[in-house]
């Protein structure tokens, strides 16, 4: 107990401090603690950085705790002509396979480097995206490094929203609507919805019934979920999960 305490508050102070500019502690009443991190910070003409992650502490015996690794909720760090995300919105993509795979991989992006064109690489298996553009007109491409077979193109147009087609190497096409940081993408193959953003991420794909979502009220993934129910708004939370679990949630913010 002492050693769960210890390690609470040594992470409590140091990212208050240093990095975090929310931090949210939840206690269940099975002794699991978990911390959530997030961080903005922004040094102007230079990058802004926005990330968000959490780990568990788990009692497994009176002397004993297991510690979770950190788990990445979202992450970009940008300064101009470079960015870093993962699960983040790049402006300059907006197909169906940027969304994809942007949840699922750190995405390295490179702006206007050879005639204005946005490159963006993807770091767990090698696909590199274009982006041209002109006017509300935009084609885009995708080829993975690894396999030269392996292609993605189509075009979109539109500027708040976006209308656009794509074909893919699997012989799958189809059309996409993109809208501020979501998209819905029908294809031969494939049907989904997705939103990506600081305050709600969301998947669905009504082919395989693979869904995810998550914002500060509700989180559901496969078959379970976890409800938080303010009781002082922004501050304490009331905790109910699928596993019949329940506790508080705080903003020990400072």
């Not at 978990?34 to 992650?53: H, I, M, R």
């Not at 979202?74 to 402006?91: A, T, V, W």
């Not at 893919?168 to 193959?189: H, M, R, Y």
């Amino acid at each position: 107990m002492k050693k769960r305490i210890l390690i609470l508050l040594l992470n409590i102070i140091f990212f208050n401090i240093y990095f975090s500019n929310n931090i949210f502690l939840n206690y269940m009443n099975s002794g699991d603690l978990k911390l959530e991190y997030s961080f903005d910070f922004e040094a102007t003409g230079l990058y802004v950085a926005n990330l968000s992650f959490y780990h568990t502490i788990k009692p497994q015996s009176i002397n004993n705790i297991e510690v979770s690794k950190d788990i990445l909720n979202y992450l970009r760090f940008h300064q101009p002509g470079f960015s870093i995300e993962f699960n983040y919105k790049n402006d300059k993509f907006n197909d169906p396979n940027y969304f994809l795979l942007s949840k699922e991989s750190f995405m390295i992006s490179f702006e206007n480097i050879y005639f204005n064109v946005p490159i963006i690489y993807v770091v767990s298996n090698g696909m590199l995206g274009l982006n041209f553009n002109k006017n509300n007109n935009n084609y885009f491409y995708w080829i993975n490094i690894n396999n030269l077979s392996e292609t993605f193109f189509g075009y979109y147009y539109g500027k708040n929203i976006k209308v656009g087609s794509f074909i893919n190497s699997n012989n799958d096409i189809g059309v996409f609507l993109v809208f501020s940081n979501g998209i819905i993408t029908i294809s031969k193959n494939n049907f989904f919805v997705e939103l990506i953003n600081k305050n709600i991420n969301l998947y669905f794909n009504f082919k395989d019934n693979n869904k995810y979502i998550k914002n500060k009220f509700y989180e559901m993934k496969a078959n379970e979920f976890e409800i938080n129910l303010p009781i002082i708004r922004d501050k304490i939370y009331f905790i109910f999960n699928s596993e019949k679990k329940y506790g508080l949630k705080f903003n020990l913010s400072f």
